[in-house]
């Protein structure tokens, strides 16, 4: 009996060596797989991000020496961001409500489109710091702009707004009555205001002041309305901080060295120009 306990014993002492080792080399092959974000972005050359580019002066479609591209000062900063980590950058146009499912199946590496970081989202991704605050503003028809003074008067009305955006939020807890219409392109809610498809189009006030700029038959009111959440974000993947951090160094170096502002200025100018 005795022989049999030392032997039992002794082969529990050579096996726990072996567990050890399994284990070691299950662990290293668990954080070989969650190689960093960052570290392999920067292998394959280039970083993904999706937008919206419908959204002026943020993002949008520019002919620009007889070749469509996608500009506005988001893209600006998506640019800065690339160069800071030293690699390509890559744009994916898509639905606005998309961009976070996109992000989250990791088709995107991340995302910037006017996007406010609000509590619903915080939940499936993670956000950089806020790199610019707004206001947002109301568009109707030239023809109807002495009949809307307050938010009051929009009730019964139909409400055009940006399919998942912070305007459709707003629609819903503020104009109370209203029948809220959400497509997931600016442009469309422009041509549907036109064509006297809906009353009215909630929009954030500069991307408001572009489309205007060349549309004479709309009129941006002067009616501001508070948001809760009225400041924009990037957007990363949950747990892929090492490039959040790196996104908010480059979002602290714009911010301080007024390069922002300069973006703001510029697409503007670019946007109104269409």
């Known amino acids: 009996m005795l022989k049999k306990n030392i032997a039992k014993l ?13 284990s070691g080399c299950s662990q290293k092959t668990e954080l070989e797989k969650k190689e960093s974000k960052l570290s392999s972005i920067k292998k394959t050359g280039k970083i993904i991000i999706g937008t919206s580019a419908d959204f002026p002066p943020y993002e949008f479609h520019k002919e620009i020496n007889n ?32 961009l976070l499912a996109a992000l989250q199946a990791g088709k995107i590496d991340f995302v910037i489109a006017g996007m406010n970081p609000t509590e619903e989202r915080k939940k499936k991704v993670d956000f950089s710091k806020v790199y610019y605050t707004t206001v947002q503003g109301i568009i109707v028809r030239a023809e109807d702009k002495d009949k809307i003074k307050s938010l009051e008067d929009l009730k019964d009305k139909i409400i055009g707004v940006q399919k998942g955006s912070i305007q459709e939020k707003i629609a819903k807890k503020q104009i109370t009555g209203s029948k809220i219409k959400a497509i997931g392109k600016v442009s469309d809610l422009i041509l549907q205001l036109k064509n006297n498809k809906i009353d009215a189009l909630i929009v954030e006030e500069s991307v408001g002041k572009a489309y205007i700029s060349k549309n004479k038959d709309l009129k941006l009111l002067d009616i501001k309305i508070k948001a809760e959440d009225d400041g924009f974000a990037v957007a990363v993947k949950k747990g892929n901080t090492d490039l959040l951090e790196a996104i908010n160094n480059t979002l602290d170096r714009l911010i301080n060295d007024k390069s922002i502002e300069k973006f703001i200025i510029e697409a503007t100018e670019l946007a109104e120009n269409k």
């Open 67 to 98: 070749k469509d591209e996608i500009v506005g000062f988001d893209i600006s900063i998506a640019k800065e961001i690339a160069k800071d980590i030293g690699v390509k950058l890559e744009i994916k146009d898509m639905n606005f409500d998309g």
């Open 10 to 22: 002794i082969a529990i002492l050579l096996i726990i060596p072996i567990i050890l080792s399994l």
